[in-house]
């Protein structure tokens, strides 16, 4: 188990804690715990690719941890209503429609191997930027206005955006 692993499984263990103090509305501690949540993504990436400890292992529990910590708080954003509920829709089915076309993927035994695409590099940092500011307004009671509707909508673009990117893909390598 190498270091940027267990930074990563800290990662995952954050994500009840987080969702937990959303529940309780301790929003300050929510985006305190989010922003650790982000350093210590940053930190095991950059350790991972400048000692040489990256492993097959972290492949998969980095983008495991990422996905778990934002779907739970676009779920809990959601549910104490500080977010509209179709973002955290948008959200859970894009993340679910590729789980399920990878998992299809592999029955029909035409393994489909995932790439970052740009499109949800920039849907991802979207949507932490949207769930930070969101945390950040609520917990410390900044006013967001034009800045909460924008974005609403950058998000709801680019996770529609990136959702019909992987489909795409997904199809051709389907098809061919």
């Not at 300050?28 to 993504?41: K, P, R, T």
């Not at 949207?130 to 509707?149: K, N, Q, T, W, Y």
Request: proline share 4%; net charge neutral; charged share 10%.
């Amino acid at each position: 188990m190498s270091l940027p692993n267990l930074i990563t499984l800290g990662r995952i263990l954050l994500v009840p804690v987080v969702v937990w103090a959303i529940a309780s509305g301790e929003i300050q501690l929510a985006f305190w715990l989010f922003l650790a949540a982000g350093v210590s993504d940053a930190l095991d990436g950059f350790l991972a690719k400048r000692f040489g400890m990256q492993t097959e292992l972290g492949a998969y529990l980095d983008p495991l941890a990422d996905k778990a910590l934002l779907i739970s708080i676009y779920v809990s954003l959601s549910v104490v209503g500080l977010i509209p509920r179709w973002v955290a829709i948008a959200v859970v089915t894009r993340d679910v429609m590729i789980i399920g076309a990878v998992l299809l993927s592999v029955l029909l035994a035409r393994p489909v191997h995932i790439r970052p695409l740009v499109v949800s590099k920039v849907n991802t940092l979207a949507q932490i930027a949207f769930a930070a500011l969101v945390l950040a307004s609520a917990g410390f009671g900044i006013p967001l206005h034009l800045g909460f509707e924008l974005g609403l909508v950058a998000v709801g673009i680019l996770t529609a955006l990136s959702a019909a990117a992987y489909l795409a893909d997904w199809m051709r390598h389907m098809a061919d």
